[in-house]
């Protein structure tokens, strides 16, 4: 009886350790960040990335247009532009362009 007792926990904490070590493995290969998913996280990664070299060349436009206006001699054409494009003050013959900044790659 002792025996058969002692073997059954034998038994049980294999089953239990074979238990543990295949729920590892799977998500070790197949899980949320797995061996498969690698390529689509290192493709989000390289968008991520691409996002962010756009956002600071961006960032560097706005910057420069920034610091026309922060000069203790405002740059005219600037003020102008911004005036206009604010004020909505253009002239007949004036030709509007505008470019949606959030799709534009540098």
């Excluded at 038994?11 to 070790?28: E, K, Q, R």
């Excluded at 436009?61 to 026309?68: E, G, N, T």
């Excluded at 206006?69 to 505008?98: C, F, H, K, W």
């Amino acid at each position: 009886m002792y025996v058969m007792k002692k073997s059954l926990a034998f038994i049980g904490s294999l089953l239990l350790l074979a238990t543990m070590a295949s729920f590892f493995m799977f998500h070790t290969i197949a899980g949320e960040r797995g061996i498969l998913a690698q390529p689509e996280l290192e493709r989000k990664i390289l968008i991520a990335e691409e996002q962010l070299a756009l956002l600071e060349k961006h960032q560097s436009h706005l910057h420069q247009r920034i610091s026309l206006m922060q000069n203790d001699a405002i740059d005219a054409d600037m003020l102008a532009e911004t005036a206009r494009a604010e004020l909505g003050l253009y002239t007949p013959n004036d030709v509007i362009v505008s470019i949606d900044m959030s799709e534009l790659k540098f």
